[in-house]
């Protein structure tokens, strides 16, 4: 009986202690802090009533400083939603020594030194006497109430870079951190006063400025604007910033609810992300904005294109050119183009790009029902740069300021630009007739120019006596049909330049050193046109107004005194419509140069690869362009009094005119074949990987049949608007392109842009003589005058080629077997020119 009684009474006071223990760690897991006690770093935390959120001391990941911040209680990894002291971190090594602690003191939460009374954090509030407690509530607010319960500060209201549910943005701005002790704020995410835009404003060296605007979702917004809006946010995310809640159908819904533990980050690279808590998944980011580099406000400059995948991510709209060229060097915000004045914008056309992003425009009409109406009342107005039409609801004009283009936008619209119309021949959407006024024009320019010579007849007269004397002194400089044996500078790279063999007249002009460097600018980056495959190219603006095109060797360009030697040679005897004209040459100092007539085009590459150029190339254009390249090769073949092999034939090597003529150019690869031969060899392989026939890359055997091959594969970039680099799964275009025409598909291959203007007959014919042009046996390809004949052919049966050359990608990875595709050499993706060493 006694030892039950005992018994009973250990374990009354075992259960007594099991309570007593359990009441001190829930009163040790407290959430509140007052005038008497203190929070430390001793591994301690406020905890809110439902365990929702902690508040404590923390490190940062370098474990150099800590803070005093609040986290979500029970997730892993810890996630920090606001920091007392991220401005003034405390260093970890003397925390401990310094006796650091969170109080309230003076009406005040502090985060404070003891000993030294250093303030790393404070609430701030002036007359405060009354404040009572700080706690740590389940939404993650901290808040300071007074004896009666009234809240006197929160931090809701002074947020840092986290917005929680339960705050309102409409007055708050939350600050990125990059989470050390530099304090760096880049980044504020807010909405201005009197503003329905949500904006981030990057600050840099003191000064701010919008680097996304997202607008808000639910204001009251024009019809005629909807659509344009730039940068929308998610519905979800706009009613958690303004914690909204309303009805739909009948049935009320609050989007905050939708997600039960949410928040959203301005975060320190310029994002601000929205991020919902999963059990399974952890934190899933559901939106961020700007969602790339071209979601970034006013990226470009007006009337410029963004495209992200592209560097430079800015590049001017078709008929614009750039303010500023240099700014494309950095791959930074542009400064802008400005569009190419033409002699009648009365006279102009449009090009239509497909899914852009743009700006809202400057003035809608909603009366106009059609886009026909559209086009014709923009190109009524010359003010006009750019018109869309939407729907039903009428018509947008943009006149000066075009800005946050995006090409490639998901649910973009179409654009219409003005540019200049092209002529090509008598044919084609771009075809221009010479009007009245385009003839009266000339007439009142000059009539203006006689008056005003009249007005200032005295001092025009001077400087026109001076501006003849010195245009006679520049004259003196170009000395024509100069023999390159008798330059008037040679040094030692140039001394292999002259020899016995070339005692022969050249019959272009030599151009002094010092005109073209006038005429260039000293080669300044405003007179680049662009870069091949040895040297610069330069736009030249010489005497009485002529241009020319300046191809400046660089010493490194693998294209030495030979090269140099053998296109000027060659080209000064080549007269053809399809061939450039070479107008001069200099070799002075260090400097080898040629001059060529200027293509205001450039070359096909830069229309046929780029997603907007490309549109302007119809099939009428396409063909002429084709048809031109086989008439030059052909001259090069057979009529010219020199038989030349170009050996370099590319589409980067084609050039075009004002009227989109194809001029061949680049001949310092070019080998002439004496007599009738057709063929010859070499121990230096030179070329372009992709346009190499295969019995030159593997053999050092070259022959008409090269330029051959490299056409047909020209032919068919023109027709894909693809080059044959690209690969197709595992073959190039060649390769793909023949597994087409073995499947009765060959208009599959066809580029996009040209389906409605394409003559499908065309289309077949000029494929089926590609692809007899890279047949792997040189020869079973055909000669150039049979190809002008094929494509120039109304109803003749074309022969039906054998399989092509080179269609599948090498395995890398280990020796070729001894199929045929162990006659496979090695391909490089990019389109530059090569010197390549082959034994014999």
Known sequence: MILGQVAGKVYVMQLSNFLLLLILCRCDARSRIDGSSKLVDNGETLVSDGEQFAMG??????????????????????????????????RASRQKKENISVVVEDGNLKVLNSISRKNYFSTGLVDSNSISRAELL??????????????MWQSFQNPTDTFLQGMKMESLELTSWDGSGSGNRKYKFQLPR???????????????????????????????????????????????????????????????????????LMNSSGKVQFYSWDKERGWSLLWSAPKDICDEFRKCGKFEICNSNERPVCRCLPGFKSD?????????????????????????????????????????????????????????????????????????????KLNNLQEDYTGGFNLSIRIPRIKVGTQGPLNTTMTSSRNLRPLVISISLILGVMVLCGIGYIIYLNKRVARSEEAREIVLGMPMEYLPHRDSSDED???????????????????????????????????GGFGPVYKGKFLGGIDMAVKRLSSNSGQGVEEFKTEVMLIAKLQHRNLVRLLGYCVERNEKILLYEYMPNKSLDTFLFDHAFCRILDWRIRFEIILGIARGLLYLHQDSRLRIIHRDLKTSNILLDEEMNAKISDFGLARIVEGKNTEAN???????????????????????????????VVLLEIISGRRNMEFFEDVNLIGYVWRLWMKDRALDVMDQTIVESCDEKEVIKCVNVALLCVQ????????????????GGESMTLPRPNQPALISRRNSAGPSTSSSSSKLYSISNNGLTITQQVGR
């Open 57 to 90: 001391f923390f490190s940062d990941d370098a474990g150099l400083h800590k803070y005093v911040g609040i986290w979500y209680n029970k997730l892993n990894p810890r996630t920090v939603v606001w920091v007392a002291n991220r401005d003034i971190p405390i």
């Open 138 to 151: 389940d939404t993650g607010n901290l808040v300071l109430v007074d004896k009666s319960g009234t809240k």
């Open 194 to 264: 009197d503003s329905k835009n949500y904006v981030i404003v990057e600050i840099k060296n003191g000064v701010s400025k919008i680097h996304w605007k997202g607008s808000v979702q639910g204001y009251a917004k024009s019809p005629a604007y909807e659509p344009f809006r730039f940068s929308e946010m998610p519905a979800y995310v706009t009613s958690f910033l303004s914690n909204y809640s309303g009805e739909a159908k009948g049935k009320s819904f609050k989007y905050t609810g939708f997600f039960e533990d949410a928040r959203l």
């Open 324 to 400: 500023d060229p240099e700014d494309y060097g950095e791959g930074e915000f542009s400064g802008g183009c400005s569009r190419i004045s033409t002699s009648s914008c009365k006279e102009d056309t449009f090009v239509d790009l497909s899914s852009m992003e743009f700006s809202n425009p400057e003035w809608p009409d909603t009366t106009i029902k059609t886009s026909e109406n559209c086009r014709r009342h923009c190109l009524g107005n010359c003010s006009c740069q750019a018109y869309t039409y939407y729907d039903n609801e009428g018509c947008w004009f943009w006149g000066l």
């Open 497 to 531: 330049l002259i020899t016995e063999d070339d005692k022969k007249r050249i019959d272009v002009p030599f151009f002094s050193l010092n005109r073209i460097l006038v005429a260039t600018e000293n080669f300044s980056n405003a007179s680049k046109l662009g870069r």
């Open 682 to 712: 070499t121990n230096k392989v030179v070329g372009t990987y992709g346009y190499m026939s295969p019995e030159y890359a593997l053999e050092g055997l070259f022959s008409i049949k090269s330029d051959v091959f490299a056409f047909g």
């Open 776 to 791: 792997e046996d040189p020869a079973e390809r055909p000669v150039m005058s049979n190809v002008v004949f094929m494509l």
